[in-house]
């Protein structure tokens, strides 16, 4: 039972550069979402998605793309990356009748240089 | 909107009880979680209590809500040093499809 996995662990990038962090989920969950992880900041919300086909954004959404094409996956993109947006990316996954009891990944460090 | 405040840092001694707070603005809060962190890992749901509760109780962790002060607190009794983690404070907010806001997070550390 793998849970939510999320890809890569880490990643550094140059200013500019876009990338994709996956993240993927087995327990066939409808509610996935994306934090990110700031020191001293706690963990904000950046989007999150009730089911195939529907996002929506959170707290802090700028500069980041979202999709939903399955269930299991829900893929953050950075189309322009900048520094700030150098953090530790959490993905998180629950059913929607408890989507407020949520199973996080492990994380992906990113280093915007 | 909503916020979540907990203090940063926490030190105990192996064996000794352990009490981390939090306090709340969202009067209309439903659920309350405390999530812990280990080192290089995601949030692992601890524990929760839904608002209309007092205190839940579950092996080591006691969890109180006093909700007229919007204070949550978690205990943790007889605590090893695997205990050490950062815990998170978090509460559900009931705007649409409930989403989770987190405190900053409270760094134990449990000394032998």
Redesign the interface.
Same mark, same amino acid.
């Given at each position: 039972n793998a849970g @939510?996995t999320q890809t890569p662990k880490f990643q550094v990038l140059k200013t500019g550069q876009s990338m994709t962090l996956q993240c993927a989920q087995d327990m066939n969950h409808e $509610?996935m979402?994306w $934090?990110r992880q700031d020191p001293?900041? &706690? %963990?904000? %919300?950046i989007h $999150?998605s @009730?089911g195939a086909g529907i996002t929506?954004q &959170?707290e802090v959404p700028n500069g980041y793309n979202v999709s939903r094409s399955t269930t299991e996956d829900f893929p953050l993109r950075l189309l322009s990356a900048a520094p700030s947006q150098t953090s530790v990316y !959490?993905c #998180?996954s629950s059913t %929607?009748e408890r989507?407020?009891? #949520? !199973? !996080?990944?492990? &994380?992906t460090r990113l280093t915007v240089v | 909107g909503e916020d979540v405040e907990q203090s940063l840092f926490l030190s105990v001694r192996e064996g000794d009880s352990s009490v981390i707070n939090c306090t709340y603005t969202d009067s209309s809060s439903t659920y309350l979680y405390w999530y812990k962190q280990e080192p290089g890992a995601g949030l692992q749901l601890l524990t929760y209590i839904f608002s209309n509760m007092d205190m839940k109780q579950d092996q080591r962790l006691t969890v109180l809500l006093n909700k007229k002060d919007k204070h949550l607190s978690l205990r943790i009794a007889d605590t090893q040093t695997g205990d050490s983690a950062i815990y998170f404070c978090a509460e559900s907010s009931t705007s649409g499809y409930s989403t989770l806001t987190f405190g900053k997070g409270t760094m134990l550390l449990v000394s032998p």
């Open positions: @939510v $509610y979402s $934090y001293g900041m &706690g %963990l904000r %919300l $999150y @009730v929506d &959170g !959490f #998180a %929607l989507n407020t009891e #949520a !199973f !996080f990944g492990q &994380g | -």
